[in-house]
């Protein structure tokens, strides 16, 4: 075929869908305009935290895509058979529809899990139940979104003929297939499986606080394959799910967010316990991160030099009891050296002379 004729279809091509084109165009430009006015009449109408709105501010856009390839997919089947390249164009309409499907009902399914969230907010006296939903919703909602684009590519293959061709194919291998990909992706699917063991079971949830590694942090993330980790100074510390279910980890807040932390202090054997005690008292009823619950006074160890003394305390949480045996350590060493400065430890000796040799 020569160029001349080339140019000569090309362009018979374009005059045939001047018309049907500018008709498609128009047709989508007016449905998403139709789309938008409605959108914007219904955020006028609707509250910014209701659920119907939740759902709408999510897949807004997405929605509208949608609804504009749909009309355009019914508008392709108008057109006649003869128009060049139609199959292609219809093809191409099909394919950006399933993307735009795909797209809604992730945006949609995350909207569910923001939605659930914002009904079971963190309240005084509920907050484990609002933690424990707040994780397992997060985590199914991950799941769920995996599982959607999956299906979603799957049925986007499944419009290329070849694909369906190799389908009959692949589903008669499908058990060799199963075997290799399953051992191909054992990371993947424990960590998945150890996901879905953590969302059911809650050996911790969001805003827990752990003690991992070494690591003082707070549970900040939990995702479909790992758990986002925030230690106290701001790192970052990413941990795969399946970690969790092989090793040990302490949880703090597992329960109850009050926890109780000693103070060890050393002193001379000659220091009098019952002016620290009083102390003591003083310096937690004047501290407000103590919950009024535990306060003791023990000696626990005894030592050649000195002993040790336990001042055990209790505070709402994590954060509060770090900085109340931080206060309270401070406060008791300024107590024993402003007035009991000799009975701070000591190393004794005794001098023995020796006679003359």
Not at 254 to 261: A, I, K, P, Q, S
Request: charged residues 20%; contains cysteine; aromatic residues 8%.
């Amino acid at each position: 075929m020569t160029d001349f004729e080339t140019l000569n279809m090309l362009k018979a091509a374009l005059e045939g869908w001047f018309r049907p084109g500018i008709t498609a165009l128009l047709s989508v430009v007016f449905t998403f305009l139709i789309y938008e006015g409605v959108v914007a009449i219904v955020k006028r109408l609707t509250r910014s935290k209701t659920v119907p709105r939740l759902f709408l501010d999510a897949s807004e856009t997405a929605l509208g895509i949608v609804i504009s390839l749909l009309v355009l997919n019914g508008i392709l089947e108008t057109f006649s058979s003869d128009l060049h390249w139609l199959s292609h164009i219809q093809h191409a309409a099909t394919l950006f529809l399933i993307i735009a499907i795909t797209w809604a009902l992730v945006r949609c399914t995350s909207a569910i899990g923001n939605v659930i969230v914002a009904m079971n907010p963190v309240l005084e006296g509920q907050w484990k139940r609002a933690r424990k939903v707040e994780t397992q919703t997060r985590f199914l909602v991950r799941i769920l979104n995996i599982l959607v684009v999956i299906l979603g590519l799957g049925a986007a293959l499944m419009t290329f003929e070849p694909v369906q061709h190799l389908g009959g194919s692949l589903l008669a291998s499908a058990g060799v297939g199963g075997i290799i990909l399953g051992f191909a992706a054992k990371p993947v699917l424990s960590n998945l499986l150890a996901g879905m063991q953590i969302a059911l079971t809650q050996p911790f949830r969001i805003d827990d606080v752990l003690h991992v590694q070494g690591e003082w942090c707070w549970v900040e993330e939990v995702t479909a394959t790992y758990v986002v980790l925030r230690v106290w100074d701001l790192r970052r510390l990413v941990v795969p799910l399946q970690w969790f279910i092989e090793n040990p980890f302490q949880n703090w807040s597992r329960n109850d967010t009050e926890l109780t932390g000693p103070v060890f202090l050393h002193v001379d054997y000659s220091m009098p316990i019952e002016p620290l005690r009083t102390e003591y008292d003083r310096l937690l009823r004047q501290s407000p991160q103590w919950n009024g619950n535990t306060a003791t006074v023990q000696v626990t160890e005894t030592g050649d030099t000195n002993m040790q003394v336990r001042l055990l305390m209790s505070a709402k949480d994590s954060s509060g009891l770090w900085d109340l045996r931080c206060a309270i350590r401070e406060g008791m060493i300024t107590f024993i050296q402003e007035r009991f400065p000799d009975q701070l430890p000591r190393v004794r000796a005794r001098l023995v002379d020796q006679p003359d040799q």
